[in-house]
């Protein structure tokens, strides 16, 4: 199923959806790699297979098979990072706060793409699953590799669209069981 198909499935109280997944992933402030990597870990990390599905269908057309890997790749490990950087910015203890992670996060120091474009793609997991001190860490790192601020919002607004129609299509299939 592509994104047109997919966006003529949600009902009709979700037309502003609608209308915004049209337009999202054009954007001039992103590289067709950089919007469609965004559009590949976001839909991920919203959890939604239809979402996963139509994204991955639509984006193997704008992006490398390495591309595409790593965009899979900022999911998984955002998957992980968000929550533990999320407890040690929550957490009441300050220790956590200088404790060393020990886990494994090789893929960010070497994820077989500009590095530009997989931080904005970790940016973007990060938004779609809250962690405020991860989304800190890669807004501060993608504005410091040149990326513009018009840029990071265009992250954030295709990882909001894509998660809300994650909920959406969620929804409609619980109220339909």
């Not at 999320?86 to 590095?115: C, E, Q, W, Y």
């Amino acid at each position: 199923m592509s994104i047109d198909a997919l966006r003529g499935t949600l009902p009709d109280y979700a037309k502003d959806l609608k209308l915004n997944l049209s337009t999202v992933l054009t954007s001039p402030n992103l590289t067709p790699q950089q919007a469609w990597g965004t559009a590949v870990a976001s839909a991920i990390a919203s959890r939604n297979d239809a979402l996963i599905k139509a994204v991955a269908a639509d984006a193997v057309a704008h992006l490398e098979p390495a591309a595409f890997n790593a965009a899979k790749a900022a999911a998984a490990i955002m998957g992980m990072n968000n929550i533990y950087y999320r407890f040690v910015h929550l957490s009441g203890h300050p220790d956590f706060k200088t404790l060393p992670a020990r886990l494994r996060m090789n893929i960010i120091g070497n994820p077989g793409v500009d590095k530009l474009d997989f931080e904005m793609w970790s940016l973007g997991v990060s938004a779609v699953n809250g962690c405020g001190m991860c989304i800190e860490a890669h807004e501060r790192e993608v504005l410091g590799k040149g990326a513009t601020k018009e840029a990071v919002q265009d992250v954030v607004r295709i990882a909001a669209v894509l998660h809300a129609v994650a909920v959406t299509l969620d929804a409609e299939r619980a109220l339909a069981s």
